[in-house]
């Protein structure tokens, strides 16, 4: 090992699952070791991720999911795996991120290598961390802002969706056809039995049907015309 490289990881040193940091200590050290991937500061403490095979096909299908709506959605961007800065004690990496830009209102913004602020929804797939997701996680979304979050539990087979009311997520519930339909994206449309089934391509009909919907037509003309930029 070289003295440049050692000098980097003493003033720097890897993370180590369950240790205390101060946000800024933890994004120093993120930054110093592009190399260290799916590790997060949640209350405080560094959380180490290690995602599997299943993580990884069930990430791709979320994301293409996400990242169709927002491809049919001008003014809303979908981001994976982006470095999220809540507060000092909260800096997650959430799967998929949907987000409104900021210069039509949105409250996620680019700094340096990282984002700032809660974004509109974001999405999990909890692989053995859903102690972590449906715990501390959904309460720092909660407190920040988040309007929508989606925990896919793999390994139970479960969907979990939360909807921002009155201040607190709250479980949304599916139509009585069964279909999911998102609050503050109007189209986002989900048949979870599909997505937990890994039916791709009901997945992509129950999200075309929503994107044809007038809901999303007029959503569409509001972001186009600055409804949601901040005053």
């Not at 991937?37 to 995602?51: A, C, D, N, T, Y």
């Not at 809303?76 to 799967?95: N, S, W």
């Not at 501390?136 to 939360?162: M, S």
Request: proline share 5%; with cysteine.
């Amino acid at each position: 090992m070289s003295t440049a490289i050692r000098r980097e990881r003493d003033v720097a040193p890897p993370f180590v699952d369950g240790e205390r940091l101060s946000g800024d200590e933890f994004l120093r050290r993120y930054e110093a070791h592009p190399d260290i991937k799916h590790v997060q500061l949640i209350e405080g403490v560094v959380r180490v991720m290690s995602p599997s095979n299943q993580h990884g096909l069930a990430h791709r299908m979320a994301a293409a999911w996400l990242g169709d709506y927002a491809d049919e959605t001008p003014g809303v961007g979908a981001l994976l795996c982006v470095t999220v800065k809540l507060d000092a004690k909260e800096i997650y990496e959430p799967d998929v991120e949907l987000c409104i830009a900021e210069e039509l209102g949105g409250r996620n913004r680019s700094v340096g290598g990282h984002t700032v602020g809660a974004p509109e929804l974001a999405l999990e797939v909890s692989h053995t961390t859903d102690r972590y997701d449906l715990g501390p996680k959904l309460r720092g979304y909660e407190r920040h802002g988040v309007d929508e979050y989606v925990v896919w539990r793999t390994d139970a087979g479960l969907l979990d969706w939360f909807v921002r009311d009155v201040g607190k997520l709250r479980r949304l519930e599916p139509g009585a056809d069964g279909i999911l339909r998102s609050i503050r994206f109007p189209g986002l449309w989900l048949d979870p039995v599909a997505l937990l089934a890994n039916d791709r391509k009901r997945v992509k009909a129950v999200l075309a049907e929503g994107l044809r919907s007038d809901a999303h037509a007029e959503f569409v003309k509001r972001l186009a015309a600055g409804e949601f930029k901040q005053t």
